[in-house]
């Protein structure tokens, strides 16, 4: 089995030639066979690892472990050849024969934006290291910072152990790293988009929470993105499902919703609209009235109602407002012992996925 492949991925392979479509607007001329059109990423990269600058390619890639599996391809742990002390995650995304479809939006995208947050150094966004072409396996490989797990792997771990005793914190804690992280890609010009779970990674000592996935992230004009283009459809805010809603576009608004709906999720351990079909979530969503459990604070109780408004103009303006909100200032400076002690256990839990998953 080829690196970082399973047979979902091989079923998806084609003979290479990639064109990535420019979504910003600007057109790209259409590629020739065998030529990438993915400026600066080539076969081997220069990367400063921790003060450590070391010349990668993909044969260097030594996997170690899954860490993940999305809509795209694997996310592998892996270690550089004869450097076993630089351990990264390496993403790797299929370069299939282009038209305007997804998967060529996806990788573009993805490398596009965390090439440009990724490496600013800021604590909540993923750190990016490289990006490869990996021409025998026509992917792109994008190299990032590991962390230990995702938020959908950690709450599933969680209610299975009833670990549950500093969620409250833990919770508050993981919004006030994430509206950071989003307040931080929107100075760079930047939506996420697609806030979930699955796209929020978790690291220890010390606790710290950071985004991830800019698959679907979109540019803002005027703080507002103009496209409707899809994020996953569970989190979409009801702006999102009805146009109609927003004649003035996607805008940060809706990135709160995404999160208030995944801090309702990893408490309850479920979706909110886990057992409803597309047409219930729709007509459940323009009328929602969300009740969060009573085992969260009263004041994080009130920021996830805020952020789940179904009129986005009553959802908080600004991220300094929910960072000014009630939940964010009972949260204490420092990690306390118990998120610590907590997130412990709870990641010794999570069992390994298995290489062929
Ligand atoms: N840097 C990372 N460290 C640890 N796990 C990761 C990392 N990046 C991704 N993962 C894992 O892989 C999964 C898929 O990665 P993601 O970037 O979200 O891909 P997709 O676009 O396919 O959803 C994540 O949900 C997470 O479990
Ligand atoms: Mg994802």
């Known amino acids: 089995m080829s690196k970082g492949t399973t047979k979902r991925d091989r079923k998806e392979k084609f003979k290479i030639r990639v064109e990535f479509?420019?979504?910003?607007?600007?057109?790209?001329?259409?590629?020739?066979?065998?030529?990438?059109?993915?400026?600066?990423?080539?076969?081997?990269?220069?990367?400063?690892?921790?003060?450590?600058?070391?010349?990668?390619?993909?044969?260097?890639?030594?996997?170690?472990?899954?860490?993940?599996?999305?809509?795209?391809?694997?996310?592998?742990?892996?270690?550089?050849?004869?450097?076993?002390?630089?351990?990264?995650?390496?993403?790797?995304?299929?370069?299939?024969?282009?038209?305007?479809?997804?998967?060529?939006?996806?990788?573009?995208?993805?490398l596009k934006t965390i090439r440009a947050v990724g490496s600013c150094n800021f604590p909540h966004v993923i750190k990016f290291y490289a990006g490869l072409i990996d021409k025998r396996e026509s992917q792109v490989v994008i190299c990032m910072e590991a962390c230990e797990t995702s938020m959908e792997k950690f709450y599933t771990t969680m209610h299975k152990i009833k670990e549950t005793k500093h969620l409250d914190i833990l919770l508050k804690r993981m919004i006030n790293h994430i509206v950071d992280a989003l307040q931080f890609l929107k100075s760079k010009g930047i939506l996420h988009r697609d806030v979930k779970p699955s796209n929020i990674l978790v690291k220890q000592n010390p606790v710290i929470f950071k985004i991830c996935d800019f698959g679907i992230s979109g540019q803002l004009t005027n703080s507002v993105a103009h496209t409707m283009m899809k994020g996953t459809q569970v989190y979409l805010a009801?702006?999102?499902?009805?146009?109609?809603?927003?004649?003035?576009?996607?805008?940060?608004?809706?990135?709160?919703?995404?999160?208030?709906?995944?801090?309702?999720?990893?408490?309850?351990?479920?979706?909110?609209?886990?057992?409803?079909?597309?047409?219930?979530?729709m007509s459940t969503i323009m009328t929602w009235m969300p009740e969060p459990p009573t085992i969260l604070s009263t004041e994080l109780q009130q920021l996830i109602i805020c952020l789940l408004r179904i009129k986005q103009a009553e959802r908080p303006a600004t991220y300094d407002e929910i960072q000014a909100s009630p939940a964010m200032k009972s949260l204490p400076v420092d990690i306390t012992n118990g998120e610590s002690e907590m997130v412990k256990s709870v990641l010794a839990n999570i069992p390994v996925i298995p290489e062929d998953y």
Do not use: C
């Not at 472990?65 to 076993?84: C, I, Q, T």
């Not at 996607?250 to 309850?268: F, H, K, P, V």
């Open 238 to 281: 009801p702006e999102r499902i009805d146009a109609a809603q927003a004649p003035e576009g996607y805008g940060i608004r809706s990135d709160m919703w995404a999160l208030g709906l995944s801090t309702l999720e990893i408490t309850a351990g479920q979706h909110p609209f886990a057992k409803m079909n597309a047409i219930g979530i």
């Open 21 to 110: 479509p420019d979504y910003t607007g600007e057109q790209v001329e259409a590629a020739t066979d065998n030529t990438y059109m993915l400026p600066d990423v080539g076969e081997e990269a220069t990367i400063n690892y921790d003060g450590k600058v070391v010349t990668i390619n993909v044969n260097m890639l030594n996997d170690i472990r899954k860490l993940g599996f999305g809509n795209y391809g694997s996310v592998m742990l892996a270690e550089v050849k004869d450097h076993p002390e630089i351990k990264m995650a390496v993403k790797r995304l299929g370069l299939i024969p282009s038209t305007n479809n997804l998967a060529d939006y996806t990788a573009t995208t993805d």
